[in-house]
């Protein structure tokens, strides 16, 4: 099945929260403007049996300094096809942003999930063990944010880049 025969089954189904981005280049893409359909939008896919997508390949998260993306990947492996989604998270003072978890659906999200919350901050609602996975567990601050300030100190130890 082709991107646009996917997108149109999503954009019949979910008319009102999804545009589909970047048609024309390698990589186009779903992006989720309603976050609040997100959980079903992927249920639907795991389900759907025109879509099947059983595989959740990569979760990876964005800072564009006024709001995040979460960028998932999957793929069917029984039909061969693929689709990027992207989740929009305007970024509110002082919170994190906020999006629900997929581990209810593919195991696999566990790790990706934490790995996005480990680096970038971002919470996955219902996420079964959402904790640090890369940085120590008393870490300040998320690396990969762009208004990251790195700790002077560590445990007495100088952080030097």
């Not at 906020?98 to 480990?118: G, P, Q």
């Not at 901050?121 to 790195?150: Q, S, V």
Request: hydrophobic share 40%.
């Amino acid at each position: 099945m082709t991107f646009e025969e996917i997108a149109n089954i999503l954009k019949e189904k979910f008319q009102n929260s999804i545009s589909i981005q970047n048609v024309e280049t390698l990589q186009p893409r779903i992006l989720i403007e309603k976050k609040e359909a997100f959980l079903e939008i992927a249920h639907f896919l795991y389900s759907d049996e025109r879509l099947y997508f059983d595989n959740l390949v990569c979760i990876t998260a964005l800072d564009n300094q006024d709001s995040f993306e979460v960028i998932y990947q999957f793929y069917s492996y029984p039909f061969e096809h693929s689709i990027t989604l992207a989740v929009l998270l305007v970024n509110e003072e002082d919170k994190n942003p906020v999006v629900d978890s997929l581990t209810s659906i593919w195991k696999a999200a566990d790790w990706h999930e934490r790995e996005a919350f480990d680096m970038i901050g971002i919470e996955f609602n219902n996420h079964p063990d959402l904790r640090r996975l890369l940085m120590p567990a008393d870490w300040e601050g998320f690396p990969l944010r762009k208004d990251y300030k790195t700790q002077e100190n560590y445990h007495g130890i100088k952080v030097d880049y």
